[in-house]
């Protein structure tokens, strides 16, 4: 059997704390070893609760915990415009690395981080976990076995509750955008399931209301994508979303082709309740939940977290004698993030200029 993984968490917020929690989980399986997280030193409250809670020492600096440690990986879990330099930096120390989406704000930046990691040998993988929802792997299927044809066209909206940009990440807000924080997700999702890339992309974005709150980003944008055999998406993204909805976050997608169309409601999973507390609430208990074992143990569920595992099976495969070429095409690579990219820098182009933006 193989040496359990070590593994250390840059960034240990909403987010990060999942990354904290599928690791800690796996160590027990004695898949991996959670040694240690680092995180931006600005809440000493909640890195005293984490380190209580998992038992690994909390950095404040990402490099002197690299610096520290023994490690065999790196998981990248903080504000977007931040995972370059880490990526770079771990993949030159010979560490394999997962990065949250998006894996950049720039495609030279995505370039920069897949060729350091290919020069290195090292494993690059992003966390698109929209790909590991069961019902969107049905839709994947139904895009490519022949059920509905050739896809001509289609429409999606993921918009969060403005609680995520006012509350949840006030202090990089104004440095991201429903773009980059929501849009990524299903630019991925869309080119996963048709198997063709983005050709042209136009768009446009408002700012009003989160801009009264002091946070200068759009509120929402709209983008028309273009993909090669003509198919073509609006992607609907928006976060100002008010605090009575029902959910964190209301989504969908809908691809109709030649043959027949597939829609998912990511938003409502057939769950609805009410109470004089919290008022009306759908709940989406696929994508991450606790439960308790047999013995009483808490343990995680989820496609969440499985998209996050699945970091873990991959580098398994790599003990065991695989090779990252084997594994093409099967997990959220650094191109596939690159491409990704390339779109949401196409939409803020063409928010700028007002003009459509051809990549192709």
């Known amino acids: ?47 005293a609760e984490r380190k209580e809670e998992f038992g690994i020492p909390i950095y404040t600096d990402w490099k002197a915990m690299l610096d520290r440690e023994s490690l065999d990986a790196v998981t990248i879990v903080t504000p977007d415009h931040l995972h370059r330099e880490m990526t770079v930096e771990a993949a030159n120390r010979g560490l394999h690395v997962l990065v949250e989406k998006p894996l950049d704000v720039t495609t030279a930046g995505c370039r920069e981080m897949v060729d350091a990691c290919k020069s290195n040998g090292v494993f690059l993988q992003v ?71 983005a050709t042209r992309v136009y768009a446009t974005g408002i700012k009003k209301k989160l801009v009264s709150h002091g946070i200068d980003t759009y509120d929402a944008i709209q983008a028309k994508v ?15 979303l008010p605090d009575t909805f029902e959910a964190i976050v209301n989504q969908s997608i809908r691809l109709v082709g030649t043959d027949g169309f597939a829609e998912v409601d990511s938003q409502n999973r057939g769950m609805e309740a009410a109470s004089y507390k919290d008022g009306m609430r759908t709940y989406n208990e696929a994508f991450m939940r606790e439960e308790e074992d047999k013995n009483g143990n808490i343990v995680y569920r989820g496609y969440g977290y499985e998209s996050i595992l699945d970091f873990v099976d991959n580098l398994e ?44």
């Open 127 to 197: 966390d698109f976990h929209k790909r590991y929802d069961p019902y969107h792997l049905a839709l994947e299927r139904q895009c490519n076995d022949g059920t509905l044809g050739d896809v001509l066209y289609g429409y999606v909206h993921m918009e969060d509750k403005i609680v995520v940009p006012r509350d949840w990440f006030p202090h990089w807000a104004g440095s991201t955008s429903p773009a980059w924080f929501l849009g990524v997700h299903f630019y991925d999702l869309v080119r996963w399931c048709i198997k063709k890339e």
């Open 317 to 360: 495969f790599l003990q065991e004698g695989g090779t990252i070429a084997q594994l093409e095409g099967r997990y959220p690579s650094g191109e596939d993030a690159l491409e990704v990219t390339r779109i949401a820098e196409a939409v803020h182009q063409s928010i700028d200029s007002g003009a459509i933006v051809n990549l192709r």
């Open 1 to 47: 059997m193989a040496d359990p993984i070590r593994i250390g968490v840059i960034g240990t917020g909403v987010f990060g704390i999942s990354h904290l929690r599928v690791f800690q989980q796996a160590e027990k399986a004695g898949r991996t070893v959670l040694v240690a997280a680092c995180s931006s030193g600005r809440d000493p409250a909640r890195d």
């Open 226 to 240: 273009e993909f090669e055999g003509g198919a073509s998406v609006f992607f609907d993204t928006g976060w100002v």
